[in-house]
């Protein structure tokens, strides 16, 4: 700013005046004003304003005829008319006993117009700019909002994008602005270069980041986007990974990217220091609250001596301890842990101190970034509420499950001194992203039900409304198949942590003799236990129709020809149709994995019950478990180890306890690979139709490891596998001539060899296998391909 001041020696007046410089701006004259020392005027006249009202503009000056004011006065005035943003130019000058106040006002904004954008749309482009219809107009602004879009666009992955802002002036003190957008090319990363480590490769750090180079992929994955806020989440990200995998010392010295302006492409250089790696020492808990004996707390403990150190196994200690010792009556207790680190055997010995916290409560929660979801969906994830003694461990756990619901971007909890000494507020910034998906996957079967190619499409959306809302409609099939399911789920229902829901869904079939149609809806209440363990009650209708195919029917008197040969079985199954299905289920569910997408540790278990008979025709008890056990064999080549085991049982009840042949278990590829579906276990000695069985054990063991040469951003993986599994037993209701046989306890296994992609279009696997230990009448498969599930 440049001041100018004059002195006139006319009537002993002074004259002062400012000028400001603002970028992109014209100059700005502040004022020009000749009075005495202590002026005193007896009007004031407003010249110049068009819009704004001059008694408004009075009433910024704090200068009233009849009363003396002095050069601060003005110099006050033209400050306050200046800082509303309304006007261009203010002047002030005396005339004898008038107080003369000149403004010239910014223009009114009509219009704000984007040209040229097509990967960011007008409505997401609006909300970036400050300059809005009806505002004022002012080059500084303008060149603000050109510059954030130019942000934006770099946040997509479009450096080189320019925008030149424009105004078309309309009269009347009115303008159009326009930004005429060159979105240019996409902005890649050739490469993400690691130094310094030592203990993992190049390729295990780059799947820890979400920064990932450039590949033919990338298009549909955006993930090659350089980002200055995205490259400091990864280099949490790599703190967190090397935390709690021993490395207590690890330090990302630097991370950052250099743009080769002539390619377009980023190189993303990270150095690290990893430090050594360190085990737990001595592990102990001590109190200064009389009433809470240290000792008495260490079986709530998870840190054990002689286990690699892991940060993470240090805040559930601290989690587990507080919650304990808030729940015996002291909300304020704080534990902190102690490190005492040994350089020499390099162990970290821990000592939880249990102390009596200062009294602080939560005066208020603010929540900031939000422009979709709702101010209750986040603020349900919290423990603690207004007024609640204030708790960092609690809040640390909002912060985790606030990001785990996959809404934002990122989350950030800070703390604020409140109106009074023991209070504080909760500041909670939110960068929101987005929560609707699109996914369409294919495959194709070589046998099993239903061979040949297959295609399923979904639309997700995780946050509907921005209510934190689940709903999902899906649709598929293949030649013989056609597969409809409409999901929803309510994650608080009631507004408690009850997640309720409801599926409805269609299926049909076609098989070589007989078709079916499945009709069904399920209403399902969730509950969690634990942080790791949740139950699932629900309640599931169904009814099923079945019929001959043409081929095997060709009268269409529901009769099959006497050329068609199908089981007694399945023509009582069929004759029987339709048939209702009432049941209720309760599942327990243990899940432990560390990354869902992409697994490297912890385990994955459920267990089923249901029965069958509250109303309707089935009547039966129904176990099934399934547990899975990830873990890691070798970091450095990122190696992963997967054994799972599965078992069920079914029996029937009632008037009539023998079951229909449908209501059996029958093998698939997730109890054994290498044999076709419905392949192996029980079946009718005169039509060799599998029958299914009333009991199955499964095992499979596995590993899974990087493709070579393929960058890991293609998400694409190998794995080598032996499966075991037995289907045997069976309860259908007795037929005139039926023969079962295979129902005893014979065991097939088979080894094979896999990949599997994290494909846009969702988890894609496609198998060989060979059987190595069958039976003469089993059916066999030796290629499957289509979509994962991988629990």
Known sequence: MKAVTKFLSAASAVAVSAALAVPGAAVLQFASVSMAEAAVVSSIDVRGSQRVDAETIRNYLSISPGRSFSNADIDEAVKRLFGTGLFS????????????????????????????????????????????????????????????????????????????????????????????????????????????????????????????????????????????ERLRADEEALRRFYYNRGYADFQVVSAFGELNEATNEYTVSITVDEGERYTFGDVSVESSIAGVNGESLRSLVETSPGSVYSAKDVEDSIIALTEHVAGLGYAFAQVTPRGDRNFENRTISVVYTVDQGPRTYVERIEIRGNTRTRDYVIRREFDVSEGDAFNQVLIQRAKRRLEALNYFERVEIATAPGSEPDQVVLVVDVLEKSTGEFSIGAGYTTGGSTPGPSIEGAITERNFLGRGQFIRLSAGGGKDSRDFMLSFTEPYFLGRRIAAGFDVFRQTRRYDDYESELTGATVRFGLPITENISTQLAYNFTQEEYEYRESC??????????????????????????????????????????????????????????????????????????????????????????????????????????????????????????????????????????????????????????????????????????????????????????????????WRASVGAGLIWASPFGPLRIDYAVPVVKEDNDEEQNFNFGISTRF
């Open 89 to 228: 130019d203010v002047r002030i000058n005396q005339v004898g006993s008038t107080l003369v106040v000149q403004v010239s006002e910014y223009q009114v904004v009509n219009q704000v117009l984007f040209q040229g954008n097509k990967k960011i749309k007008d409505a997401q482009l609006a909300g970036t700019v400050q300059l809005k219809p009806r505002g004022t107009f002012s080059p500084a602004s303008l060149e603000s909002d050109a510059e954030a879009i130019r942000a934006a666009y770099q946040r997509i992955g479009r450096n080189d994008a320019t925008v030149t802002p424009k105004t078309i002036d309309l009269g009347d003190n009115r303008v159009n602005v326009v930004f005429e957008i060159n979105e240019g090319d996409r902005t890649k990363i050739a490469s993400i270069n690691f130094t310094g480590n030592n203990a993992f490769s190049d390729r295990r750090l780059s799947d820890v980041i979400a920064t990932k180079r450039s590949t033919i992929l990338s298009f549909l994955l955006r993930d090659d986007i350089y980002d200055e």
């Open 553 to 746: 029917d060709e009268d269409g008197n529901g009769v099959p020809d006497a050329d068609c040969d199908v089981s007694e079985a399945i023509i009582d199954g069929i004759e029987n149709s339709p048939w209702n299905k009432s049941s209720v289920s309760g599942t327990l569910l243990y899940n432990t994995i560390d990354d869902v997408k992409n697994p490297h540790a912890g385990i994955y278990a459920t267990f089923t019950t249901e029965v069958a008979g509250l109303g309707g025709d089935a009547e039966y008890v129904k176990l099934t478990g399934r547990g899975s056990y990830y873990h890691t064999l070798s970091e450095e080549m990122d190696v992963v180890g997967l054994v799972s085991v599965g078992g069920g049982h079914i029996t029937g009840f009632g008037s009539e306890s023998d079951l229909r042949i449908f209501d059996h278990f029958k093998s698939n590829d997730r109890m054994i690979r290498g044999f076709e579906f419905d392949g192996i276990g029980p079946y009718d000695a005169d039509t060799k139709d599998h029958l299914g069985g009333t009991t199955y054990f499964n095992a499979s063991v596995e590993a899974q490891f990087p493709v070579p040469v393929v960058p890991e951003s293609f998400g694409l993986r190998g794995a080598v596998f032996a499966d075991a599994a037995t289907l045997y037993g069976n309860d259908i209701r007795e037929e005139a001539g039926l023969t079962i046989t295979g129902t005893g306890m014979e």
